[in-house]
């Protein structure tokens, strides 16, 4: 079963990375709203390597990188100007999907020790228009129509992986998957929550190594026929 994600362990690097909002490091990989890219154990810098880094510390679940991707929450509610933040990765996958193939996507996830609370809900999408491409409106309307949810995990100290199978409509070429924009899934694990300077409350914080996407098999027999 051929994964159709590309560099899916985010193994495959330019350059180690010397700040956050790297993820573009990693081959095939772009980011939305500035998702952090972990790697290497010669890291000289503290801070962007692994096992630890700016968000806490997590070995990889294989190999030596992985991303992190985040939610924040403003202090006042987004309805009087308040701010909420959330963080996705998209590519271009290896070929298009086929009308009426059915496939499994997965990934492996931990929570960073340092969050605060976790996330209910994480989304994928699979579109045949390139994500980066799309205006902020037309983005969102992607996000409103072709999501498919499931549960982030909570745990700080085992990678667990996250998964569901879907029946493709065809010709889907991008991947685009993170935390939703929206902070009714989040889920504080205390109240009140501590202020993150001055302003923004940082909610939760999630590493995500080992991305796949297969075929499953038998699911075109009918072409066969």
Not at 52 to 58: E, H, K, M, R, T
Request: with cysteine; proline share 6%; net charge negative.
């Amino acid at each position: 079963q051929e994964n159709l994600i590309q560099n899916g362990s985010f193994e495959e690097l330019d350059s180690l990375p010397e700040y956050p909002r790297q993820v573009s490091l990693a081959h095939n990989w772009f980011g939305f709203l500035s998702p952090d890219l972990f790697s290497g154990f010669q890291n000289p810098s503290h801070q962007f390597g692994v096992p630890c880094n700016i968000a806490g510390c997590a070995l990889p679940f294989q190999d030596s990188s992985y991303v992190g991707v985040a939610t924040t929450k403003g202090d006042t509610p987004i309805t009087i100007g308040g701010f909420h933040h959330g963080e996705c990765i998209t590519q271009k996958m290896k070929k298009k999907l086929r009308s009426g193939a059915k496939y499994n996507f997965s990934f492996q996830t931990i929570q960073s020790d340092t969050s605060l609370g976790y996330f209910e809900n994480a989304f994928v999408i699979f579109s045949r228009d390139d994500p980066k491409t799309l205006l902020d409106w037309q983005y969102k309307l992607l996000v409103a129509k072709h999501s498919q949810y499931f549960p982030f995990v909570t745990d700080t100290l085992n990678w667990q992986k996250a998964e569901y199978t879907f029946t493709a409509s065809g010709g889907e070429q991008y991947i685009l998957f993170g935390i939703l924009d929206s902070v009714k899934y989040f889920i504080p694990y205390s109240l009140p929550l501590p202020p993150y300077r001055g302003r923004e409350i940082v909610t939760s914080y999630y590493y995500i190594d080992d991305v796949r996407l297969v075929e499953l098999p038998d699911t075109l027999s009918s072409e066969l026929t």
